[in-house]
């Protein structure tokens, strides 16, 4: 029901967007959010948008460096990543859950498969 893309290889300081489609129903209603997973960690909050696509929210991480919004008319939420680092290399997943922002994954239910990101030094 999501679908995650855009992922690809960059060099540092480079940037990507990656999309989230949502399809066979509609998160117009929803919290939607970015997560990553690089290997051998767990999956991380990275950024939060509701529904109205207001108040951002954005791990420290990634703050003043990547840009979420979402068009709920295309069903489509995005994330705008500039000025990538080699640290910020992980699997993208996206999420979405019926309110309220939460950094914990297991409290999103609805889960795309993920978008590699690979960020070269």
């Known amino acids: 029901q999501l679908q995650a893309s855009g992922g690809g290889l960059v060099q540092a300081g480079g940037a990507l967007r990656l999309s989230c489609a949502a399809s066979g129903r509609s998160f117009s209603g929803y919290v939607m959010g970015w997560f990553r997973q690089a290997p051998g960690k767990e999956r991380e909050f990275v950024a939060a948008?509701?529904?109205?696509?207001?108040?951002?929210f954005y791990a420290d991480s990634v703050k003043g460096r990547f840009t979420i919004s979402r068009d709920n008319a295309k069903n489509t939420m995005y994330l705008q990543m500039t000025s990538l680092k080699p640290e910020d290399t992980a699997v993208y997943y996206c999420?979405?859950?019926?309110?309220?922002?939460?950094?914990?994954?297991?409290?999103?239910?609805?889960w795309g498969q993920g978008t590699q990101v690979t960020v070269s030094s």
């Open positions: 948008i509701d529904w109205r696509g207001d108040s951002p």
């Open positions: 999420g979405a859950r019926p309110s309220g922002y939460y950094m914990d994954p297991q409290r999103y239910g609805y």
